[in-house]
């Protein structure tokens, strides 16, 4: 005879359901959204082109006027823009060096510097393996319940930590029948991916924005803890940000 549902199961798995009708709505919204923006667009390329057909006499004669006046101007702003931007790149820098990870009595590691948030498209040296947040690639990875059997990107990895999903890595001390047991969690988890990566520091760990775990095995009761708290938690920077129509790679 099967044992009855516990009440937590049954919240659980309301919240799945939940969170998969937000998804499909989230991107009926964004198909929507998508073709009166189109519409919108090609509407000011037509009212553009007129007002830029009349005007366009009398700006050559003041542009004409005005690229002397400021010719001067222009070259003494130029060092200082190169100063400031030198300056910026060393500040940046410097706030994510600064951080470290504090353990707490659950074991869960939380990031204490500044993880900043720009979209990049170069590669990103992260001061920690898997990385917890920081700069990353304006495409994220798709999350709603994703298992990649080969390694992905950091950078695209990161920004679904940005919408709120939890990244499962496994390295390859992992036993088959561990990584089989989170395969199946993921799959049937919205906002959550998984994939294979070496040099971390446990055969499983289990990363979201700012928060890390690490565990020996998949039976570890941390795994679910930290899904319940961790998936769409309050450390999420974008939540209900879509976790599909990202990149699978």
């Known amino acids: 005879m099967g044992s009855a549902p516990t009440p937590g199961s049954a919240e659980r798995k309301a919240r799945m359901e939940q969170m998969r009708r937000a998804e499909r709505a989230r991107e009926r919204r964004n198909r929507i959204l998508t073709i009166a923006a189109s519409v919108v667009v090609v509407a000011g390329l037509v009212v553009g082109g007129v007002v830029l057909i009349d005007s366009q006499s009398g700006s050559k004669a003041s542009a004409a006027s005005g690229s002397k006046d400021s010719a001067g101007g222009s070259k003494g702003s130029a ?34 510097g ?37 390694p992905v990107r950091d950078e695209n990895a990161v920004h679904s930590l940005e919408h709120g999903a939890v990244w499962v890595t ?32 446990s055969p499983i760990m289990l990363t979201a924005w700012g928060h890390q775990l690490s565990v020996q095995s998949a039976g570890d009761p941390g795994v679910d803890r930290f899904l319940a708290t961790y998936v769409q938690g309050e450390q999420t920077p974008e939540p209900g940000a879509s976790c599909t129509g990202g990149t699978m790679r």
């Open 114 to 150: 500044r993880l900043s948030r720009n979209h990049v498209t170069t590669n990103v040296p992260y001061p920690m393996r898997p990385p917890v947040g920081g700069d990353h690639n304006p495409v994220w990875l798709n999350c709603n319940g994703d298992v990649y059997t080969e």
């Open 79 to 112: 060092s200082g823009s190169k100063g400031s931007a030198s300056g910026s790149k060393g500040s940046a820098k410097s706030a994510e060096d600064s951080g470290h990870f504090v353990t707490g009595k659950d074991g869960v590691r939380i990031w204490t």
């Open 170 to 201: 496994y390295s390859s001390k992992a036993s088959k029948a561990d990584v089989a047991a989170l395969a199946a969690k993921v799959r049937k988890t919205p906002y959550t991916l998984m994939s294979p990566y070496e040099n971390q520091a």
